[in-house]
């Protein structure tokens, strides 16, 4: 009797184990930005909490998401990506200079992923086998490919693309615009890739302790390596998506996004420090971003103040993940 | 009788539940060099880290000088006037040598450095010890031995009472060694009483006037190093009435070679360095720290790439490229580090077991629940406190931390197995569980390298020994009846030369 009791209250314990507060912490932030939202904007006769704003902060938020998988990823591994927002900015203006030079479309996209992993290549292999650290070498390979990108067409942005690149994303399944498809589809793809695969353990294992990684014959240099491609390539697909929402290639673009992709990651709760986080926060710190964009925008606070608001965002959100390691002090 | 510059005494101080220092007493007098003497493991640098307050002492009370000491922050300590210098340097080595001894007391006036003055300083206390360089030369420019000089002259520019040297002739020629003991015979002269920590018999009757021999964490004895030999010194160290049963391990087949390893090198830490591992046998690798015995056990394994030679398993030759191929062909290494090298902290228990076996859990899907139960049998097969499946490594203690690392490499099925000092930092309980396992892998066909200090241990558990010292195979020992520590001892401290 007293044995069934024990097991009962040990599974209860295990249950709570669990769940995991940090994440709660993070979605019962992001329901209090949208009800403050909601309710401010209802103060001022103004609509947040509409199907066509929520559609829109997703979209909006799309670019962020996706190149933050890759950012998120080489950040579990214990690096970091500086190159993410380059590549958006390069693919735009290379994939007009191939579409004005005959290039049929799709081909031209393949070209761009296969240049991502080229980019993500280089950054890889410097960092794991040059040792040469990440935060030196993609900030090295984003000013780089920044470079490359104007110089390509001396600066000048690139407009006229094909009405099928725009199709890409502007199209909608049973009301939903297919881009907010597209970003769940990919997040839920490298979600079960972390948990369900060797290499989405073999990524944390590495960020965790590198040492006891490669003493449990992990190929590190090769995991760490691939991992970068993986984000070039997610900066591709970052890169398209805005691309064919505008239409328009500016060599400008991308221009702090990687920034942007840190932030959702450490919004999301994923450590600095590597080997701990979970990838889907980092689509919830986008929307949070998202979120603060938009609603800002629509209470007509100037640019100046949202970058404000938006700094203050990221430091609380990190000082709440880390409440319970001030604690344990 | 004239009083002691340092009197140490009923030092106590446990780690994990586990007690490293029992009581322990150390007196040193001015102008004295006093040697700290004692196997690996026996609380010698346990000692030095509560003097030099690293770690704080449960019990006991420090005299230096006539006054006690209770502060337990180390800069407070050198401000006392001890100074202790590690093998490992606490200098700075991109700035040059005045700045390193002047670290934290630059001589300025309101704020801004007075160099003049603070090379002059520099030069005078370089002249001392006799250490003919330019102040301003980087300290990453000087050999390991001139590095050792500048800490010394840094520790006297600080007015030190007490110095401390750990094996501070490890890594210098002897000519060097030479000019070392002409600075502590000067020092000697001004009266500084010095610790010196070193495993070098010969020096130490060179250099040394009295001897304290630590062992299992207990004082032992203090000896005068004229009346006294190696002989001595080496069966105080040993000096326990051993009472262990020596276990008898009958799964060895004579017959079958799993492991040999010919002829090995690494880089200058191993030479010429050859093995051999029968099935179902127990091979302890023994040695003083610094010996090569967990370089051996990397290089077996492909986690260090070997400069020279071979390693077979089961007659087949290993590339030694990535531990990957180790593993797959089955032979695993289970690191002495658990912290750095064995787990990660902050992943879980059932993430840590799953790590090295994850092909065995599906691919490409991994099957969690699978985990789950693999992790929850061993907890219980391996009798893990712990408060779940899912705690992270970081919340367990020592000896269950170290039962994951076991449990792990036992869900990879290897064939041959390095342990690599498995019970350092457990408790006796946990030990035995720990021996018990290992007679299970040998009862059901696999084999096994044991490193480890512990000489009882060694002796309990292995069918035969053998002996590291630099780099070395001194000795290959067969455990039998008449076999004592001193033996062992003998091979580790000398390489069985006679007269050393």
Redesign the interface.
Known sequence: MLLQEANKVNSI??KL??FDVKSLTLYIGAVLILIIFTVICSINGKDFLTTSNIQNIISQSAVIAVIGIGASLVIITGGIDLSVGSVVGFVGIFAGVLVKAGVPLFATLLICLAVGALVGAINGALVSYGKVPAFIVTLGTMQIVRGLTKVLTDGRPIAGFPESLAKITQTEILGIPVVILYVFALYALVMFTL????FG??I??IG??P?????????VQKIETLTYVIAGIFSVIGGIILLSRLSYADPNAGSSYELDAIAATVIGGIAMSG??GKIGNTLVGALILGMLKCGLQILNVAVYYQTIITGLVIIVAVYLDKAKERKAE | MEKCILEMSGICKSFFGVQILKDVELQVMPGEVHVLLGENGAGKSTLIKVLSGAYRKEEGCIVLDGEELCCDCPKEIIGKGISVIYQEFNLNPYVSIYENILMGKEIANKGIINTAKSIEFAKKYLDLIGLDVDPCTLVSELSVAQKQMVEIAKAISCDVKLLVLDEPTAAITDKETEKLFEIIRNLKKKGIGIIYISHRMSELFEIGDRCTVLRDGEYVTTVDLDKTDVDELTKLMVGRNVSFERVENNYIDDSTKVLEVKNVDYKDILKDVSIELKKGEILGLSGLVGAGRTELAKCIVGAYKKTNGEVYLNGEKLKGKDVKESIDKGIVYLSEDRKDEGLILIHTLTDNIALPNLEKFGNPVLDINKMVEVSKDYISKLKIKTSSHLAEMKNLSGGNQQKVVIAKWLHSDASVYIFDEPTRGIDVGARDEIYNIMLDLVKNGASILMISSDLVEIQKMCNRIVVLKDGRVTANLQNTDDLTQEKILHYALTGGEQGE
Do not use: F, M, P, V
Request: no cysteine.
């Open positions: 314990k295990e184990k669990k948990k369900k695969t060797k353990r073999r944390y294992a965790g302790n040492n006891a990684a490669k003493l449990s014959g992990i190929k080997g701990k």
